[in-house]
């Protein structure tokens, strides 16, 4: 039975989809630590 692996070149692999997943991945994080920094400060000044 052959072995499935010995065919994979190192370095060959198309990432593009995976990569574009980690940008969005991270600018969902950056969105929402902004918008908790956001709703922290409006808190802090109009706290009752």
Known sequence: M?????AHEHG???TTVQEQTYEGFIKFGV???IACIAV????????T
């Open 31 to 33: 969105r929402l630590s």
């Open 2 to 6: 052959a072995d499935h692996h010995d």
């Open 40 to 47: 922290l400060v409006f808190l802090a000044i109009f706290r």
């Open 12 to 14: 060959t692999m198309d």
